[in-house]
């Protein structure tokens, strides 16, 4: 009976994704249908068609309102209202309740022009919609992804009509009700805002992309072909399971589905290796919520960041890969410690590979799509200059040519044997053999990099080309693979199934998609409600009183809060709160301590911190649906991957303060060597954290090695105390100071200046200083001119376009201070101290080591 119950609250879990209600019948071939039509229509706005034939081309606004009139039709229609409610059919009053929120959706589509043609004049039937449409918007919101992100959205609309009312700081001038519902559902600021329209650009492309991907058997690709890499050392299915999850999540955006889609695998097989049923749990765990942070495609938060903070797509990848990469080998490293307390044994008798194998076996999750991209980037760059004008035909050609080649190698080894848990596990699968039978998978991610690198293609239209690919090995692999292999299709299928394959992925993306598509809507209310009443400014005067101006302690209630929301909030709508809410106030707050950092790490803390919520009890869910699996305790299995996930909550602080681990402003030998020293940084952390390097580690062994991490991660916090790198400068002789400093170096200014309000503030900026022959001449090509008045040196103007301008350097702001870098040593030979005190914790354990055996 509790398996039973078990079994239940995993596919409830699970169900938060994809839809509670499976009806049989008429019913279940009507919501298919609809799915079915919902990917179409994705693929249609999103492909070039629309444009040659002249049919069907959609504005913005117009393709966000089928794209949410799809989403309510599905949530109604395939989640319950409660737990008493039929999952076996579909009551009448849901049908009638889906209908009307896809008409309310759909009516900006049908009187678009009508609408634009009397901006802010609502008719009756306007105020009716939005009227409608908002409620049934929290009530689908409540049904796919539970009461939180419902309640606070709702509260956000209570706060938009009783502003008047509110107490103190919290008061504002109040929104008519017209007003809001003009707002939140006919405008593009509210519902149908930004959040919406990266849903319908980019979001559901990957996420179809990813569906597809599994559907043609790449997710058991990935699993089987990490097993056989990884299986004989020790702990080797825990080590898959991490590298398998992480290949999993990298496609598929969600850690719960990936939780239950690889764990119902890796699961069984780590406990027969000796995991107790709470540590194989928290392994999967660990491994599948980090999958959202590899790049390339790290769920829907990434497309959400190349709106907010306006760098290009390609550029986020580049920040996010190194915190992701090194993560995941950390974690693999992490298995491997607890293994060794466990003292577990390989599983068969298989030889080990030789070191360089074990080498890319082991850091194979975190990779081989990073470099599969350097590789497309590089190795096939020159091919576009080189065919010229017959480019597209050439690698098309090619692309087929290259396919075709790869099924024939798939072929020619045995199929890969179907999933199985409960088998015994003496035998692995000969990695060579697992390794040529899919090459052909990694195809569509090869069209997706060439198309987001080397064409420079929008996220959306890259994710269409890849899946155009996906669709092409759908249809085609089943009938190719049986004749070249010659068993007539009686293995793989006939050309019939490669189409059931194909719909069935279609609609299992768009089912995928009902979450993402309500829960940025719902969240696009607070974001409407924050842009209406100004709350943002109070809740960041808040935050910055309760941290008393110290950025630290802003970082750890940023961190808090984002973790609190996420125990309610799907990591999507998560991140865009908690963003648009703290992002500026903790880059302001910074610039006010002297400190400049970058939106893209403010943007990547919250969405780290976002995702550990998945992770941190008491809620946890994706550690609810591991229990779920493993039959352990949900409770203890969080404790232990919120353990083995501290790694993830340390790394979000480095990068804060030590912006090289980003990449930013870094060139390729500088970051290829900054990616081996933080590896070690983190290999040494998890190792202090786990309380085990060589042997079990004493206290004071830990403090060192996360002492020796901690200096690896932030050699400039020692080079800092032993030699400011800056020296003060009056700032009547900034153009004399000027002509002493190097070019590319940061000068730093300490500025007065007034807000947005008018109220006086003092912030720190970081000009590059350009290249020119004197100080005067640089002075001008930074844009600025001062003046002196009173003793104290003002701005009298700033060149539109310039560094200055950029800097947000204006108009009669005061220069208090002129902060010039000193000729000191690079803050990268503190490594040294480190790695010294690191060689005698291992020469400590190493000698325990030899001693107990």
């Given amino acids: 009976m509790q398996d039973k119950q078990q079994q239940l609250s995993a596919e409830e879990l699970i169900a938060l994704d994809v839809g509670a209600r499976v009806p049989g019948g008429v019913a279940a071939h009507v919501i298919a249908a609809i799915a079915l039509a919902w ?10 068609l629309p444009f040659l034939l002249r049919f069907g081309v959609l504005n913005d606004t117009e393709t966000r309102a089928i794209h949410l009139a799809f989403a309510l039709l599905l949530a109604f229609l395939t989640f319950p209202a409660l737990r008493r409610s039929p999952r076996d059919r579909i009551p009448l009053s849901d049908i009638f309740l889906a209908l009307v929120a896809a008409a309310s959706a759909a009516y900006l589509f049908v009187c678009y022009e009508q609408l634009a043609q009397r901006p802010g004049s609502l008719t009756t039937m306007d105020l009716l919609v939005a009227c409608i449409g908002i409620p049934l918007l929290l009530e689908a919101t409540r049904r796919a992804l539970g009461p ?55 979001v559901f492309l990957f996420v179809l992309f990813g569906a597809l991907l599994e559907r043609a ?5 990935f699993i089987q072909l990490a097993f056989s890499m990884l299986g004989h050392f020790r702990g080797g299915p825990a080590k898959a399971a991490v590298v398998a999850s992480g290949m999993t999540g990298l496609i598929s955006g969600s850690s719960i589905a990936n939780v239950v889609t ?32 590899m790049p390339p495609v790290m769920g829907a938060a990434a497309f959400l960041m190349v709106e907010y903070v306006g760098l290009p797509y390609v550029e986020i990848i580049k920040h996010a890969f190194l915190p992701a990469a090194i ?96 088998a015994p596990l003496t035998e692995l699968p000969h990695t060579r053999s697992v390794l040529l039978s899919g090459l052909h998978f990694l195809l569509p991610v090869v069209v997706l990099v060439w198309c987001l690198m080397i064409e420079r293609l929008s996220p959306g239209l890259s994710a269409f080309w890849g899946s155009v690919m996906l669709v092409l090995i759908l249809v085609s692999q089943r009938p190719l693979l049986g004749w070249m292999r010659g068993d007539g299709g009686a293995t793989h299928g006939r050309f019939v199934d490669g189409l059931i394959d194909l719909r069935e992925g279609l609609i299992a993306g768009a089912r ?44 750890l209630l940023t961190a808090f809060f984002s973790l609190i929301l996420g125990m309610g909030l799907p990591t999507t709508a998560n991140y865009i709160v908690v963003s648009s809410l703290l992002a500026p106030v903790i880059v302001a707050l910074g610039q006010q301590n002297g400190l400049i950092v970058p939106l893209i790490a403010v943007h990547l803390f919250v969405f780290y911190f976002g995702i550990m919520a998945d992770v941190t009890p008491p809620v946890g869910l994706a550690s609810f649906a591991a229990a779920a699996v493993s039959k352990g305790d949900p409770i203890k299995t969080g404790v232990a991957a919120f353990y083995y996930s501290l790694r993830t909550a340390a790394l979000p602080f480095l990068f804060i303060f030590n912006t090289d681990l980003l990449l930013i402003d870094v060139d390729f030998w500088h970051g290829l060597l900054i ?42 916090f020692w080079m800092d105390l032993l030699h400011d790198p800056y020296q003060d400068v009056p700032p009547a002789q900034m153009a004399q100071a000027l002509e002493t400093v190097e070019e590319d170096s940061p000068l730093r200014l300490r500025i007065r200046g007034e807000d947005a309000v008018g109220d006086a503030r003092e912030f720190s900026v970081l000009l590059p200083v350009p290249a020119a022959e004197s100080g005067a001449a640089k002075l001008q090509a930074l844009g600025l001119e001062l003046y002196e008045e009173d003793g104290k040196v003002l701005i009298d103007s700033v060149a539109f376009g310039s560094p200055a301008a950029s800097a947000g350097l204006e108009f009669d702001q005061e220069v208090l201070l002129v902060r010039a870098p000193t000729d000191r040593w690079p803050k990268e030979w503190m490594w040294l101290p480190a790695l010294a005190l690191f060689a005698l914790v291992w020469m400590l354990q190493r000698r325990r080591r030899h001693a107990t055996h």
């Fill in 39 to 48: 990917s179409m229509f994705q693929l249609w706005i999103a492909s070039p």
């Fill in 148 to 202: 939180p992100l419902a309640i606070i959205a709702l509260l956000f609309l209570v706060y938009s009509l009783a502003g008047p009312w509110m107490p103190g700081m919290l008061a504002h001038r109040g929104v008519s009700f017209t007003a809001m519902a003009n707002h939140q559902w006919i405008t593009t600021e509210g519902v149908f805002g930004i959040a919406l329209g990266v849903s319908t650009s980019f």
């Fill in 217 to 221: 058997g790449a997710g058991h690709y």
């Fill in 262 to 293: 690889t764990g119902t695998f890796t699961i069984p097989m780590m406990k027969r290796t000796g995991f107790s049923a709470e540590k194989a749990g928290a392994v999967e765990v660990a491994s599948s919520v980090n999958g959202q942070i």
């Fill in 327 to 422: 993560s995941y080998i950390a974690l693999l490293y992490i298995v491997h410690l607890e293994s060794l307390k466990l003292g577990l044994k390989p599983i068969g008798r298989r030889k080990p590979h030789p070191w360089l194998l074990r080498l890319a076996g082991f850091c194979f999750g975190a990779a081989l799509i990073s470099g599969l991209s350097l590789a497309v980037y590089y190795g096939l760059g020159w091919l576009k200059p080189a065919l010229g004008e017959f480019a597209l035909p050439g690698i098309a050609a090619l692309l087929a040519a290259v396919y075709l080649g790869l099924l024939k190698i798939a072929a020619s080894n045995p199929p890969l044997p179907a999933e199985d848990p409960d």
């Fill in 512 to 555: 995928n998609m009902i979450g993402i598509g309500i829960a940025t809507a719902a969240a696009g209310v607070i974001v409407g409600a924050v842009s209406q009443t100004g709350v943002g400014l109070v809740l960041a005067d808040l935050v910055e009183f309760l941290s008393m101006g110290n950025l630290l302690l802003m970082l």
């Fill in 675 to 716: 990616f081996v020293v933080a590896t070690l940084a983190m290999l040494i952390f998890a190792a202090g954290t786990q309380g085990y390097m060589l042997v079990r580690s004493r206290w004071y062994e830990s403090v060192l090695l996360l002492l020796i991490a901690f200096s690896l991660f932030r050699p400039g």
